[in-house]
Nanobody
């Protein structure tokens, strides 16, 4: 059974840091793209970052470039999102999601993710 479990959220002051973890089970990160998404109250879900562990390629939303870093530890089957210089506008529920590299290639640009975690709350106070 494929499962994604996020952790590491919390309350932090503006300018602070948090590291989110996404522990995957039921599949190998080598074969999947893992994405981080967030959704703030009253707003649409937005993509934050993604990583393809097979080649290490990463992408970031413009709003987090230079502040967030995505990484993976394939031995632990876990993906991390290091968030620095946090701003109040980063407040949201953060989700990780997975899609196989094969399906992502078939679906093309804007591919959808098949598996989602339950989310972890990040709150940045001003």
């Amino acid at each position: 059974e494929v499962q994604l479990v996020e952790s590491g959220g919390g309350l932090v002051q503006a300018g602070g840091s948090l590291r989110l973890s996404c522990a995957a089970s039921g599949f190998s990160l080598d074969d999947y793209v893992i994405g981080w998404f967030r959704q703030a109250p009253g707003k649409e879900r937005e993509g934050v970052s993604r990583i393809s562990s097979s080649d290490g390629s990463t992408d970031y939303a413009d709003s987090v470039k230079g502040r967030f870093t995505i990484s993976s530890d394939n031995a632990k089957n876990t993906v991390y999102l290091q968030m620095n210089s946090l701003k109040p506008e980063d407040t949201a529920v953060y989700y990780c999601a997975a899609v196989s590299i094969e399906l992502a290639d078939i679906r093309g640009v804007g591919y959808e993710y098949d598996y989602w975690g339950q989310g972890t709350q990040v709150t940045v106070s001003s």
